[in-house]
């Protein structure tokens, strides 16, 4: 696109849209013109990749969840568009990165699992893979937070203010979905997914739902206006909000609703295209087509794709049954128990009896096969699908599966060896590792464009952003002092940027020459935010006792929200902020360390969070987190790790090498030994440190409202006995975190890890990630277009 083209189109766009010139135009009206006017240069790719691909096999991405983020800058960078849109911005007096901030960002995920359905799309494109995104355009995504004297309060994410102008309706291709109780319309929104480098542009089409009349006139006529609207609200209601969950299940009606109602549209979609391709024959649509189940949510799609065969399309169940086989991937992101999805039979029964009719069939195929191989009544019972007057999604989801896949090495192995030992001893061949991985675009290449420039430089080429295994070719630059310097003084200009936004959205100063210690993921007890919190607090009352303490000056900088009926993990965000205002209100204290909780952590701050980081903790209780994304963002961002051997962090130290990271605390296999002796009360009563902190808990030094949340906090250490491990791992996080000190006076030294991280983080691109999905699972091949 040349630039006379964009400003064109940027006027024209503010004149039709809002009936505006550029010098009244509002930043969010730019915004709006300027994307649409990239959008309209890109129709014709967009619309050809979808023809090429409907011609062959394609995979179908099935979330609940995209953690998108903003747009803008990513799909301008992505087209190579970015500096010819800055120069016109810029000669007409406007900042692009104004413009780029106005953006809400779409947060229609709740974390990981969300950010990761986010960067396999824009992999799958960069790569030209024909992969289509499918999910549900909540109305309003993941709760804005803030932080109200220390605690957390939660208001509606409103992301459609401003329009979104980079999807497009196609009320055309609407489905309807069928409900006992009620009937809906399905409206696709379809959204470009601009791949890097390439004219490929996939698709990922989110459902909304709608009545399927506006309002009932009779009633509106007598007079009856509430009733009257009460259908469209009800419909409306189910693409109305994202379940603010993550790592628990709540068997809420209305999120079952939603469940089905992605699934039912998605696979409708997909058998209209199929039918359009190769009419009624149904034999062959599993070599069409193939679907991949993120996490279970998704799940019920295998008992609607039988019913839709069966009822709809006249095919056996037999044979139904035998396409989903080859139809469907499961994608395990948890062990958690709590996190496992069952629903109740009734509630299934309530909302699609046909559909429970059929998970009944399942369980008894499956039943028949356990018996021809002899198990017994007893292990039957194990896998059964229906179970208790619930159906376990993960077992529907397992035994129909062709693959079942973990998302990082460990992980896989937990689910081989114990959680889901008893299906791999069934079924060996269907169990897969697939780590996972971010995409170097948005999480490098954009976020930090000085270091994204300073490896170009010495590379002598872009190809890393498309290849990052490429970046093994910085290693010969190890020992080049020149170069280290550079890397650590772009890092230092990254935490200034850092430090100002933060002094921009927090209203609190921080100092970039102090070191930067971050902690930012989702608030959880399995994370551990609290061991960091306590380890926090002791280093304060050591300062106390010994002034001349020698540590480097720190800044501690969380972000996580709570879901927010999660006490203990609302009490953790309290906590932190408590320590925060006792360090700040102590002159003794107050130049050496500091602690922030930024509030609101989305996609677009972490986008000035990882390259802003000195070091990067990742403290869950070994064995509990499945893979982490963090964790490469921050690698990928030349920050050495401070983490457990849990998720891909061992993957992470075996490429960097363990010397290049601080690696502390219980292994998978020291839990599995202590577990049924362990006794939280003794490292109480023996470590003077850890009561020390405890007792701030319940003797007034905190203030928690008055609401007993603090001394509860404290009895999930003690009287519940500690199921996280943290005072078992206190102490070793303390001498860790001592050696991380230590290791930071020597300057050289440091870079070296910083920049050891840089250039073996290429493995966790998800354009790897992808690639292994379909080559192993998948079976789709590169369709570029012409
Ligand atoms: C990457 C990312 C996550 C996942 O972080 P983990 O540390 O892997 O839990 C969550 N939220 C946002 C906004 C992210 O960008």
Not at 298 to 315: H, K, M, N, S
Request: glycine share 6%; proline share 2%; charged share 30%.
């Amino acid at each position: 696109m040349k630039k006379e083209d964009i400003r064109i189109g940027v006027n024209r766009y503010l004149k039709v849209k809002y009936g505006v010139t550029l010098k009244d135009a509002k930043e969010y009206e730019i915004f709006n013109a300027l994307s649409l006017t990239v959008l309209e240069d890109i129709i014709e790719d967009w619309n050809n990749t979808s023809c090429t691909y409907n011609e062959g096999r394609c995979a179908n991405y099935f979330s609940a969840e995209y953690l998108m983020g903003r747009a803008l800058g990513n799909n301008l960078m992505n087209l190579g568009l970015y500096d010819e849109v800055k120069e016109v911005l810029s000669e007409l007096n406007i900042d692009i990165n104004k413009i780029e901030e106005i953006e809400e960002d779409a947060g229609l995920g709740n974390g990981g699992l969300g950010r990761l359905a986010a960067c396999f799309m824009e992999s799958s494109a960069t790569i030209d893979m024909p992969l289509n995104g499918y999910g549900i355009r909540y109305n309003n995504g993941l709760f804005n937070q803030n932080v109200e004297e220390g605690f957390q309060t939660e208001c509606e994410d409103n992301w459609l203010k401003y329009g979104d102008p980079w999807s497009i309706r196609k009320e055309a291709e609407a489905q309807i979905i069928e409900f006992a109780d009620m009937t809906v319309k399905a409206i696709p929104y379809d959204t470009p997914i601009i791949g890097y480098g390439t004219k490929n542009i996939n698709t990922l089409r989110l459902w909304k739902c709608e009545p399927m009349k506006e309002f009932d006139f009779i009633l509106f006529n007598n007079q009856k206006y509430d009733k009257s609207v009460s259908l469209k609200n009800r419909a409306e209601d189910i693409s109305r909000v994202l379940y603010p969950n993550d790592s628990n299940n709540e068997g809420k009606l209305l999120r079952l609703r939603q469940q089905y109602f992605l699934v039912s549209a998605s696979l409708k979609d997909i058998i209209r295209k199929h039918k359009a391709k190769v009419g009624t024959d149904f034999q062959n649509i599993s070599e069409n087509n193939f679907v991949q189940l993120n996490d279970t949510h998704p799940t019920l799609a295998i008992p609607e794709f039988i019913r839709l065969l069966v009822d709809e399309e006249g095919v056996s169940f037999k044979d139904a049954l035998e396409s989903a086989k080859s139809f469907f991937g499961y994608t395990n992101h948890t062990i958690l128990a709590e996190a496992l999805e069952k629903w109740n039979v009734n509630l299934i029964k309530k909302l699609f009896p046909r559909v429970l009719e059929i998970i009944k069939d399942i369980d008894k195929e499956l039943i028949k096969e356990l018996k021809k191989k002899h198990y017994i009544r007893e292990k039957i019972k194990e896998f059964r699908i229906i179970a208790d007057r619930q159906v376990r999604m993960a077992n529907l989801a397992i035994f129909v599966s062709k693959a079942v896949n973990g998302v990082a090495k460990l992980h896989t192995d937990i689910l081989k060896d114990k959680e889901l030992n008893n299906w791999y001893k069934l079924y060996p061949e269907k169990f897969q590792n697939k780590t996972n991985g971010i995409t170097p675009r948005r999480w490098l290449r954009l976020c930090n464009t000085e270091l994204s420039a300073f490896i170009t430089d010495l590379l002598g080429n872009e190809d890393w952003v498309k290849h990052l295994e490429l970046l093994k070719g910085l290693k010969k630059f190890e020992n080049d002092d020149v170069v280290l310097e550079k890397l650590m003084q772009i890092k230092h200009e990254k935490k200034v940027q850092l430090a100002d936004y933060i002094k921009q959205e927090e209203g609190i100063e921080i100092d970039p020459n102090s070191f930067f210690d971050i902690q930012i993921k989702r608030l959880h007890e399995y994370k551990r935010q609290l061991l960091n919190a306590l380890y926090i607090l002791d280093l304060y009352y050591r300062i106390k006792e010994d002034p001349t303490l020698d540590i480097p000056k720190t800044t501690f900088i969380f972000g996580a929200k709570a879901f927010p009926g999660y006490r203990r993990a609302k009490a953790i965000v309290k906590f932190i902020t408590q320590i925060a205002d006792l360090i700040d209100n102590d002159k003794d204290v107050a130049g050496k360390i500091k602690v922030v909780f930024v509030h609101n952590y989305r996609v677009s701050y972490a986008q000035k969070l990882f390259p802003g980081s000195d070091l990067s903790k990742q403290i869950s209780t070994a064995g509990k987190e499945a893979s982490g994304t963090g964790n490469m963002k921050f690698m990928l961002n030349a920050t050495p790790t401070f983490g457990t051997l849990d998720g891909a962090n061992v993957e992470i130290v075996q490429e960097s090498g363990e010397e290049n990271n601080f690696i502390f605390g219980l292994k998978v296999e020291d839990i599995e030994k202590i577990k049924d002796t362990y006794d939280s009360k003794k490292y109480y009563e023996e470590n003077p440190s850890i009561k020390r902190v405890l007792d701030t808990l319940i003797d007034g030094t905190f203030d928690d409202g008055e609401s007993g949340d603090f001394e509860d906090l404290y009895n999930s250490l003690l009287e519940e006995g500690d199921q996280y491990y943290l005072l078992a791992d206190f102490d070793l996080f303390k001498q860790e975190e001592e050696k991380v000190f230590a290791t930071y006076k020597d300057k050289r030294n440091w870079a070296k890890k910083c920049f050891a991280n840089l250039y073996n983080a290429g493995t966790f691109s998800s354009d790897r990630t992808i690639q292994q999905y379909c080559d192993e699972i998948w079976n789709i091949k590169k369709t570029p277009i012409k």
